[in-house]
């Protein structure tokens, strides 16, 4: 999901964030073939999303599913000034899907599949500072509802954000 604050700015240090999330969707423990994880994948998700506001655009991409997860990247631009950014990932994990989150200048934190259906999902982790739930909802073809939310010092925090479907940026 976005993020407010943008450190990561070395090629080197967005590889090695990437190399760090590859190499965790590679670990042992994932009970489902790669034939299987494809299949649970939410595949719906691919593709670029954005939300353009009067001063701020939040862009996010998914990657087609292959080799058993979804690699996915956001950021924040707000007044031609990067404010954050953020690497993400959906792998099969050993007790079900697995969204791993590292925003920038932030470790990676995981969140496991709670509820899932044909156009949504819910990711959680209670022990988190926040968001402790993160969700996709699918509403049409052109359409994306992504809502991150949790209890931060002890009130209830929902973030929502409406994204569209947007040409993918690449050549």
């Given at each position: 999901?976005p993020?407010?604050?943008?450190t990561?700015?070395?090629?080197?240090?967005?590889a090695?964030?990437?190399?760090?999330?590859?190499?965790?969707?590679s670990?042992p423990?994932?009970p489902?073939t790669?034939?299987?994880?494809?299949?649970?994948?939410?595949?719906?998700?691919?593709?670029c999303?954005?939300?353009?506001?009067?001063d701020?655009?939040?862009?996010?991409i998914?990657?087609?599913?292959?080799?058993?997860?979804m690699?996915g990247?956001?950021?924040t631009?707000?007044?031609?000034?990067l404010?954050?950014?953020?690497?993400?990932?959906?792998r099969a994990?050993?007790?079900g899907?697995v969204?791993e989150a590292?925003?920038a200048?932030q470790?990676?934190?995981a969140?496991?599949?709670?509820?899932?259906?044909?156009?949504?999902?819910t990711?959680?982790?209670?022990?988190?500072?926040?968001?402790?739930?993160?969700?996709?909802t699918r509403?049409s073809?052109?359409?994306?509802v992504?809502?991150?939310?949790?209890?931060?010092?002890?009130?209830?925090?929902?973030?929502?954000?409406?994204?569209a479907r947007?040409a993918?940026p690449?050549p």
């Open positions: 999901m993020s407010s604050t943008a990561c700015t070395t090629r080197g240090e967005w090695l964030r990437l190399a760090c999330l590859l190499l965790a969707a670990l423990g994932a489902l790669g034939q299987e994880a494809a299949a649970a994948l939410p595949a719906w998700l691919q593709g999303w954005r939300l353009t506001g009067p701020q655009v939040i862009e996010e998914w990657l087609t599913p292959l080799g058993g997860a690699i990247l956001s950021r631009v707000s007044r031609d000034t404010r954050g950014h953020e690497l993400m990932l959906i994990g050993a007790n899907l969204l590292a925003p200048g470790p990676a934190a969140f496991l599949a709670a509820a899932r259906g044909d156009s949504a999902i990711f959680e982790n209670l022990t988190h500072d926040f968001p402790q739930l993160i969700s996709y509403v073809a052109e359409s994306l992504a809502v991150i939310s949790g209890t931060v010092r002890d009130r209830q925090r929902t973030i929502t954000y409406g994204y947007a993918c690449l």
